[in-house]
């Protein structure tokens, strides 16, 4: 009977979905930029177990800063703290209150100007953290997912992934391999508290920060595997300042020029799953626009990803420079942000522990 069963299951869904293949798909094809060879970069280290340091405890920072001394983080279980740079020690730790409808706060973005540190969640809120307190400057009850933030003067830009005006309880990783170009800019004036739409039309605008010249803002465009200048001013994209080795999450200025990119999804040939959904559009519609496989999307990471990588690029945006994972290493497929600190660096991911690198 079970048996019976499982066929006439099985039999319904492959017939389900071969009905739905050959539907026309509302999504369009589209045009990805070929895939880098990482082959071709001369400089290439690939990480030890002796080069790394774990930070036991510290789940999920996604964006680091110094603060007051402290290695500055977020955590997947919603706590903002702070840990020793040397000792690697967490000193403190402050829990982040639920944001609009109840979204737990998930800290995705962190900078600091001057003595202000400022952060956003995934629950569409920009805030200011200062004495153990936050204030928050800005909720949006129209964002679907901020995830990073820079600050210029007296205007704070910040990256909002999606839009969940459709209504679609789908996953993160459904939207982003979706192409759906929903993201948005948005600027804040500190000043006035005045809020507006910079840019939009991008495809899961993900890390952000000022281009060398301090005139325009240089976005990672996620789900099309390239980073972006856009007007400060007009919000007008200026140019593809760099094709990616993935989908790169934080971008941030490094010590020496040019800047770093942690790389939450490797991609390096062509066989990738982008290429075969951006290339088939009708099978790209059924898995990414269903709840019903937001599941399947949950395994991709861990059973599709590269080795995890993080890497520099000149301020003409090419790469000088690739730092090579390994999950059994680093226990992590996704690098988010690297934060330099002397002769070290500190790695974030949205999946594991922080960890520091010794490269001297």
Avoid at 33 to 45: A, C, F, G, Y
Avoid at 320 to 340: I, K, M, N, P
Wanted: glycine letters at 8%.
């Amino acid at each position: 009977m079970i048996k019976k069963l499982l066929l006439i299951l099985t039999s319904s869904t492959i017939g389900l979905l071969a009905i739905l293949l050959y539907q026309p798909s509302p999504l369009p094809a589209i045009s990805l930029p070929p895939p880098l060879n990482i082959s071709n970069i001369p400089n290439i280290l690939h990480l030890t177990s002796d080069m790394v340091d774990v930070v036991s405890g510290v789940r999920g920072g996604e964006s680091l800063v110094r603060y007051q001394g402290d290695i500055v983080t977020g955590t997947l279980d919603g706590y903002l703290v702070g840990v020793d740079p040397d000792s690697l020690e967490v000193k403190w730790r402050v829990k982040c209150p639920v944001g609009y409808q109840g979204r737990p706060c998930r800290i995705l973005g962190l900078r600091v100007v001057g003595e202000e540190l400022f952060g956003v969640d995934l629950g569409g809120r920009l805030f200011k953290f200062q004495s153990g307190k936050f204030e928050w400057l800005f909720t949006s009850d129209t964002a679907g997912f901020f995830n990073d933030l820079v600050v210029h003067q007296d205007m704070v830009y910040l990256t909002d992934s999606y839009s969940p005006k459709d209504g679609k309880k789908l996953s993160m990783l459904q939207r982003f391999y979706s192409f759906n170009p929903d993201g948005r800019i948005l600027s804040y004036n500190i000043t006035s508290k005045q809020v507006s739409v910079l840019a939009d039309t991008l495809y899961i605008p993900n890390g952000i920060e000022l281009h060398s010249s301090n005139r325009s803002l240089l976005v990672s465009e996620g789900s099309m595997y390239r980073i972006l200048e856009i007007d400060m001013k007009s919000g007008e994209t200026l140019s593809v300042f760099s094709r990616t080795l993935g989908a790169v999450d934080n971008i941030r200025r490094s010590n020496e020029g040019g800047y770093c990119l942690g790389v939450s999804t490797g991609r390096t040939t062509s066989h990738h799953l982008s290429d075969l959904l951006a290339q088939h559009p009708r099978l790209r519609y059924i898995l990414t626009q269903h709840p019903l496989f937001a599941p399947l999307f949950s395994l991709f990471p861990r059973l599709l990803a590269e080795q995890p990588r993080f890497y520099k690029v000149d301020n003409t945006g090419v790469i000088s420079s690739v730092v090579v994972g390994d999950r059994r290493v680093t226990d992590t497929v996704a690098f988010s942000e690297v934060l330099q600190v002397g002769g070290s660096f500190f790695v974030g991911s949205p999946f594991s522990n922080l960890f520091r690198v010794k490269l001297e």
